[in-house]
Nanobody
């Protein structure tokens, strides 16, 4: 089992920056991948950024060049650095972790990011 706890969501003006954190209750090196997703009411949850076990990263086209996903294995935490935020980035952001021992990913409880224009 694993728990994921997100933090860092806030209200910020367009053009501003935020850093989200996701801390796992177990070593994140055991996970195949960890990612950040976001969801707005009435829409499907979408992948924002992912970091794979080997350290490679993937980003949604809408955030490339603005967001950066990193990890600190010493503290079992994955970060999402978000710069040049836009109102369309407003969403609940969820952390996920894919494990080799479970067919479905672990999810955090979500953290709200609101970008005002």
């Amino acid at each position: 089992q694993a728990r994921l706890v997100e933090s860092g969501g806030d209200l910020v003006q367009a053009g501003g920056s935020l850093r989200l954190s996701c801390t796992a209750s177990r070593s994140i090196v055991r996970f195949n991948a960890m990612g950040w997703y976001r969801q707005v009411p009435g829409k499907q949850r979408e992948l924002v950024a992912q970091i794979v076990k080997d350290g490679s990263t993937n980003y949604a086209d809408s955030v490339k060049g603005r967001f950066s996903i990193t990890r600190d294995t010493a503290v079992n935490t994955v970060y999402l650095e978000m710069n040049r935020l836009k109102p369309e980035d407003t969403a609940v952001y969820y952390c996920s972790a894919d494990s080799p021992w479970l067919s479905t990913p672990y999810w955090g409880q979500g953290t709200q990011v609101t970008v005002s224009s």
